[in-house]
């Protein structure tokens, strides 16, 4: 029954989500576009809450879950890759790291 109970709260959330961080990120307005963005997202909060609910129900504890669900967490994110702010040229990234460079050598 808890596995049920999730879905409004994470569909509420993945609208929230969808709305703030669409128009920041750039990417193009369609139906479509959009749509499969609210999907990926939903999929991704659905998939996060119910590893927690899974790694808790495993482990003996909180302690231990909060342990373990932080490794699975970090290692899941690790390898999951990141969003770009939009298109990224190669001719950017000199330009990138050398003001990067010299902000963090003064």
Do not use: R
Request: neutral net charge.
């Amino acid at each position: 029954m808890q596995v049920a109970i999730e879905i409004p709260y994470i569909l509420v959330q993945s609208i929230l989500y969808v709305a703030i961080t669409y128009p920041m990120i750039g990417f193009h307005w369609s139906v479509q576009k959009v749509f499969w963005y609210f999907y990926t997202t939903f999929c991704t909060f659905l998939y996060f809450v119910y590893l927690g609910m899974m790694i808790m129900s495993m482990s003996s504890n909180l302690d231990i879950a909060s342990v373990l669900s932080t490794a699975v967490y970090t290692i899941f994110n690790l390898f999951s890759g990141f969003l770009m702010p939009g298109p990224v040229s190669l001719l950017d990234l000199p330009k990138f790291l050398y003001n990067n460079l010299v902000f963090m050598a003064s």
